[in-house]
């Protein structure tokens, strides 16, 4: 399974260059965020044209996330159990969802595709809402991996935060200043692998960065941030055969300011393997 994500920053703006993306590339599956369009809108053709299904959840011009998989996807949910709403100058238990997370199962592997909530700013309620969010998704990723030890779980998105200082080339992003540098917002980064998921991107690609800001010649520059992720429980990580940041999707006309990520999972053991190979010597 060739696994990819990408915050494609309006699916209606661009999708002739991601159906080409995924079509060029042999992706099996593509989460995508920032959508922003409802599931009406969502451009279902160009997709099942080339081949592949499709889940979107949507609910306007924000956010939105979807899944585009060649093989139909099962067990679909529009949030994960415990995940918070926000609105301005709404808050508590029944503040509305945001179309933030997508799960469904696909070839044995339980997909999320996930838009995390940027915070804004320091003292931003969105700030909070950040946290309050990152906790709830530590949670359900806890009790799913303690119910089930050996699910192949991939929690891939845009999680807007840059966890290491290497993952930050943006000089206007300042640690102490600056959301997706805070500590609270790395310690949540942090409780995510300690729940039981590791970056599987990064042993085989370990710089580079997947977002870079559309002002300021930052893509010239290489002035980026590392923040889109695929987080894999250990059943998932034990399966990449190979990883990579598809940095030139940043150049052309009209692209997103993200770039997609991309691993190759292969879940086959060595009882699976032809024991007709010639043997060499």
């Not at 260059?17 to 965020?33: G, K, N, W």
Request: include cysteine; proline fraction near 7%.
């Amino acid at each position: 399974m060739r696994l990819a994500t990408w915050n494609v920053n309006s699916i209606r703006a661009r999708v002739d260059r991601i159906v080409d993306f995924a079509v060029r590339e042999h992706i099996d599956v593509l989460a995508m965020q920032e959508i922003k369009c409802k599931v009406d809108q969502f451009p279902f053709d160009a997709f099942e044209d080339a081949g592949f299904h499709v889940e979107a959840h949507g609910f306007s011009q924000w956010n939105g996330v979807a899944i585009a998989s060649r093989e139909q996807p099962t067990n679909v949910r529009h949030a994960f159990p415990g995940m918070p709403g926000f609105a301005k100058d709404h808050s508590g238990p029944d503040a509305p969802q945001e179309a933030r997370a997508l799960g469904a199962t696909i070839g044995g592997v339980e997909v999320w595709s996930l838009y995390v909530p940027n915070g804004r700013a320091l003292e931003d309620p969105h700030y909070f809402y950040k946290l309050e969010w990152l906790e709830a998704l530590r949670g359900y990723t806890a009790e799913t991996l303690a119910q089930n030890p050996d699910l192949a779980l991939a929690l891939v998105g845009d999680f807007n935060i840059a966890p290491t200082d290497a993952d930050n080339g943006d000089p206007t992003v300042v640690a102490g200043f600056s959301t997706h540098v805070s500590g609270p917002e790395r310690e949540a980064f942090a409780a995510l692998e300690a729940a039981g998921l590791q970056d599987v991107v990064r042993p085989l690609v370990p710089a580079g960065f997947t977002y870079w800001d559309y002002k300021r010649l930052r893509f010239p520059r290489n002035e980026g941030m590392r923040i889109d992720f695929i987080l894999g429980s250990h059943a998932l990580a034990d399966a990449v055969a190979g990883a990579s940041i598809h940095r030139d999707e940043r150049k052309g006309e009209a692209p997103s300011d993200h770039v997609p990520v991309v691993v190759d999972l292969d879940f086959s053991g060595p009882e699976d393997e032809d024991d007709d190979r010639p043997m060499i010597f």
